[in-house]
């Protein structure tokens, strides 16, 4: 008799994550926006909620204007009717919404479990405020909690790049789709690295990116403004290690 309960309530928990996880944060993230801004768009599960939700703000007559940080955003933002422009138009985005793959107390983030992280850190650079939305799952006690760190890195030098990340403690894996290596948007590859909770994420960045043939990493340190958290239907609302206050 305990056993069908059991299974039917954990299907129930994991068939369903995205929409109990991000609806609320998506929304309470839409509420920050103003009208006739420019607004970066992320990239992930939590971001997709966000861009859905702000798309069908845009087709009632909310007028903004939108800056993908992937291929597949900037997909479902014009087949939500949002428009698009780029960095030949605009000078800065005064509002990103994206996701994170992790989060700690500080809020500092590892990103790019999806693959878009060079342009997520890009369009986060150039915004006047950066905003996170995640589930609870996502807040970990230490960065790399979760075991993994996606560093991009140009072909030409995926193997002596490998090499040098590998003598720094981190095995890595090169990410496969298909059977094929991952290619992200900017004609790259990921390494995935194998990493433990690291007492010095900022070490540790410096390192990898002082190795030839690396673009950049998944670590996203002092860069978020405000980090919207999932709690079931509450939104906990927290400052981010950029340091800006919450809103």
């Known amino acids: 008799m305990n056993a069908p ?5 954990r299907r129930t928990t994991v068939s369903q994550p995205t929409k109990p996880n991000t609806a609320a944060v998506a929304a309470h993230a839409v509420s920050l926006i103003s009208e ?18 702000l798309g069908a ?12 940080t992937s291929d597949v955003s900037a997909a479902l933002a014009q087949k939500l009717g949002i428009p698009l422009v780029t960095f030949d138009d605009v000078d800065f985005i005064d509002v990103t919404v994206d996701g994170a793959d992790e989060i700690d107390p500080a809020g500092d983030l590892i990103k790019g479990y999806g693959g878009a992280l060079v342009r997520e850190k890009v369009v986060a650079a150039y915004s006047r405020k950066f905003v996170i ?14 075991g993994k760190l996606p560093v991009e890195v ?3 030098a995926l193997t002596p790049t490998r090499k040098h ?8 894996e090169p990410r496969m789709k298909d059977g094929k290596l991952f290619v992200t948007d900017n004609g790259n590859y990921i390494l995935d690295c194998k990493i433990t909770p690291l007492p010095d994420a900022a070490a ?34 927290r400052r981010g290690s950029a340091g800006e206050r919450p809103t």
Do not use: Y
């Open 57 to 68: 703000r845009v087709q009632a007559g909310f007028k903004i204007r939108g800056v993908p």
């Open 36 to 53: 006739n801004t420019v607004v970066g768009l992320g990239t992930g599960a939590a971001a997709t909620a966000f861009i859905e939700a």
């Open 165 to 172: 990340i590998e003598k720094l403690g981190f095995p890595t």
């Open 154 to 156: 140009v072909p030409f």
């Open 204 to 237: 540790t960045e410096r390192a990898l990116l002082n190795i030839p043939g690396v673009v950049d990493t998944g670590l996203f340190l002092k860069r978020a403004h405000v980090v919207l958290i999932q709690n079931g239907d509450a939104v906990e609302v």
């Open 5 to 9: 309960r059991i299974f039917t309530h």
């Open 133 to 146: 939305v995640a589930g609870s799952e996502k807040v970990v006690p230490v960065i790399g909690s979760r």
